[in-house]
C-alpha cells in the first residue's frame, strides 16, 4: 500500500468515526451532505480520492473542520463549531456542560497544581 493510500483510509476511518458517534448511517450522511451514499461509502473505505468540494461538503455535514478530516487535529473552526452549539444550549445546560469539561479536565490533566 503506497502513501497516497494510507492517508485516503485515515480520512476514511475518521469520516466513519465522526458518523458512527451521530448515529447515521451512510444514507443519512449521504443526504445531509448532498452526496450520494455510494460516494460515502468509497470515501470511507479510502478507496477513492475526494475532489475538495466533495470534502467540504462531508465535513459540513459532519459538523467538523476539513483540517479535522485530513489531519485529525482539532483547528480554531472546530472549536467555533463547538461554540455554535453551546451557544444553542439554556443556561442551565451550559453551566451542565461546563462541569463536564470541568471533570474531563480534571481527570486527563490532574488537579490543575502541576
Same mark, same amino acid.
Given at each position: 500500500m503506497?502513501e497516497?493510500?494510507?492517508?485516503?483510509? %485515515? &480520512?476514511?476511518q475518521?469520516? *466513519?468515526?465522526?458518523?458512527? =458517534? @451521530?448515529?447515521? *448511517?451512510?444514507?443519512? @450522511?449521504?443526504?445531509?451532505?448532498?452526496? *450520494?451514499p455510494? /460516494? &460515502?461509502? !468509497?470515501a470511507?473505505?479510502? =478507496?477513492?480520492?475526494?475532489?475538495?468540494?466533495?470534502?467540504?461538503? %462531508? $465535513?459540513?455535514?459532519?459538523?467538523? $473542520?476539513?483540517? !479535522?478530516?485530513?489531519t485529525?487535529?482539532?483547528i480554531?473552526k472546530?472549536?467555533l463549531? @463547538?461554540? +455554535?452549539?453551546?451557544? =444553542?444550549? $439554556?443556561?442551565?445546560?451550559?453551566?451542565i &456542560?461546563? $462541569? %463536564? &469539561? +470541568?471533570?474531563?479536565? *480534571?481527570? /486527563?490533566?490532574?488537579?490543575?497544581?502541576?
Amino acid at each position: 500500500m503506497d502513501e497516497n493510500e494510507k492517508w485516503l483510509q %485515515i &480520512v476514511g476511518q475518521r469520516i *466513519t468515526a465522526r458518523r458512527k =458517534k @451521530l448515529g447515521w *448511517t451512510q444514507e443519512e @450522511l449521504a443526504e445531509k451532505g448532498n452526496l *450520494t451514499p455510494q /460516494f &460515502v461509502s !468509497y470515501a470511507e473505505s479510502g =478507496k477513492r480520492a475526494m475532489r475538495p468540494e466533495n470534502l467540504l461538503k %462531508i $465535513s459540513s455535514a459532519l459538523g467538523v $473542520s476539513a483540517d !479535522y478530516l485530513l489531519t485529525g487535529e482539532i483547528i480554531d473552526k472546530d472549536l467555533l463549531l @463547538l461554540s +455554535d452549539k453551546m451557544q =444553542k444550549l $439554556s443556561p442551565a445546560q451550559l453551566r451542565i &456542560v461546563e $462541569s %463536564i &469539561v +470541568d471533570e474531563c479536565h *480534571t481527570l /486527563f490533566h490532574g488537579d490543575g497544581a502541576s
